[in-house]
């Protein structure tokens, strides 16, 4: 792994915290993500299950937790299974966790290699008096999952040999618990933020017209991959002039040219937590006078938004006041006619013709992280905050975001020392 190694307190306050809010005589069972394959004998990056970080911080496919917290023998209480080793994988494919390795970094006395998991479960599941397995499934709400994942195998495999037993979803739990970070976990996302940042300002010196994107893109992967990051937290968008006004453009092939304002979208991961920084920026080093209308009028809908959060906010009814506030703004940009806005149908608001996003979303392990986007916000939870106006009649897009931390009075922002401002900008890239 490129991080440094993360204390084993956390992974054990984690699990106290699952154990706390589960039923008595109950059983939990987690999977690793599976290694996705490419063509041939490729296979994908692996990329851990992000529940199964969460509780253990192990970072290596084919790993099981299993807790039952009410077994007779103490010992059994906890276990992580791994992927055995041998001679031949450590010569293909490296170093694997030994068991001692794993009982330092996650505080699980009990390891076992995961061939002796069906035989403990087995156990577990027979003498424990269990009343209630737990089983986790992927429920983010935007979640689309074509391929049937190494949890749902396990789901309908326990359910079939163990019919009869009460089974309960682990996922709300979950979401629950990663939902309000630690201050360990706010560390690592500041960690990320900042590696992050040092990538913003070499891209600021490295912009001109006639670079092409992809060029842009990797100048960000350089400066993640040097300071420890495995790399983009999200495919990431480099999208200038036109290409700004599409939300999720990935492309990044275009050149960039004199007069047009450049969107990134870019993120670091650090240590499988995320951050998700938006900028906008002028190629030749200075917007003109339209351009900086617009992004001042994002950004001071930005600082807007910022002031408004604190614990006890509902994000909907935020993002309603947000869209009241952009609508006002675009109005002075003569984009809206205020007439024509008093009489427009509820249904059919003329702002989302330039504003049709979300004003943010949570943020941890998972870019789009888990928790109920209708439960009033917590302190300890982390969002960004990304209003954008995107002009597609005049080749302008511009999204301003930033991550911040809820507090009992407002809010941490995790990139506080990112530049902003239009002249910050223009005098970095004018290497002033």
């Known amino acids: 792994m490129r991080y440094k190694n993360i204390s084993k307190d956390l992974f054990v306050t984690n699990r106290k915290k699952l154990v706390k809010a589960l039923k008595s005589n109950a059983v939990v069972v987690v999977n690793a993500n599976d290694i996705m394959p490419t063509n041939s004998d490729g296979s994908m990056r692996f990329r851990q299950n992000s529940d199964l970080f969460y509780l253990t911080g192990v970072d290596q496919e084919e790993t099981i937790l299993l807790l039952c917290p009410d077994f007779p023998d103490k010992k059994y209480r906890e276990i992580l299974f791994l992927r055995e080793t041998s001679d031949l994988i450590a010569t293909w494919e490296g170093h694997k966790l030994t068991k001692e390795e794993a009982r330092k970094a996650t505080g699980i006395e009990t390891v076992q290699w995961v061939s002796e998991f069906p035989r403990l479960f087995h156990t577990i599941m027979v003498m424990g008096d269990v009343s209630h397995v737990y089983l ?5 709400y935007r979640a689309d999952i074509p391929v049937e994942t190494r949890e749902m195998r396990f789901v309908k495999s326990c359910q079939q040999k163990y019919p009869l037993y009460k089974y309960e979803r682990l996922a709300p739990i979950m979401h629950s618990l990663r939902s309000v970070k630690s201050t360990h976990e706010i560390e690592l996302l500041q960690r990320a933020c900042d590696i992050t940042e ?11 017209p006639g670079v092409k994107e992809y060029e ?4 960000w992967a350089h400066e993640f991959l040097r300071n420890g990051s495995r790399g983009f937290a999200y495919e990431p968008i480099i999208a200038s002039g036109p290409n700004a006004c599409v939300l999720h453009y990935i492309e990044n092939n275009k050149a960039c040219q004199d007069g047009d304002v450049l969107l990134l979208d870019v993120g670091a991961e650090y240590a499988n937590y995320n951050a998700d920084l938006t ?40 993002h309603k006041e947000i869209q009241k506030i952009m609508e006002a703004e675009l109005i002075g940009l003569k984009l809206l006619d205020k007439k024509e806005v008093k009489n427009q149908s509820a249904d059919k608001p003329l702002y989302a013709k330039y504003f049709m996003h979300g004003t943010g979303h949570q943020l941890g392990l998972d870019v789009h992280d888990v928790g109920n986007m209708y439960h009033p916000m917590q302190v300890g939870q982390v969002w960004t905050v990304e209003p954008g106006i995107y002009i ?3 080749g302008l897009g511009i ?6 931390v809820i507090q009992k009075n407002g809010v941490h922002d995790l990139m506080k020392n990112i530049p902003v401002e239009v002249e910050e900008i223009e005098d970095l890239m004018n290497g002033k």
């Not at 842009?216 to 100048?219: F, G, P």
């Not at 002028?282 to 614990?311: C, H, I, T």
């Not at 999204?399 to 911040?404: P, S």
Request: no cysteine.
């Open 216 to 219: 842009i893109e990797a100048e």
């Open 392 to 394: 597609r009649e005049e």
């Open 136 to 140: 986790n499934t992927n429920d983010h």
């Open 279 to 318: 900028r906008s920026i002028p190629v030749n080093g200075k917007f003109s006078k339209r351009q900086k209308d617009v992004y001042n009028a994002v950004l001071r809908v930005q600082r807007e938004a910022m002031k408004m959060l604190k614990p006890g906010v509902k994000y909907f009814e935020y």
């Open 399 to 404: 999204r301003i975001e930033n991550n911040v």
């Open 198 to 208: 040092q990538a913003f300002r070499r891209v600021l010196k490295f912009v001109k």
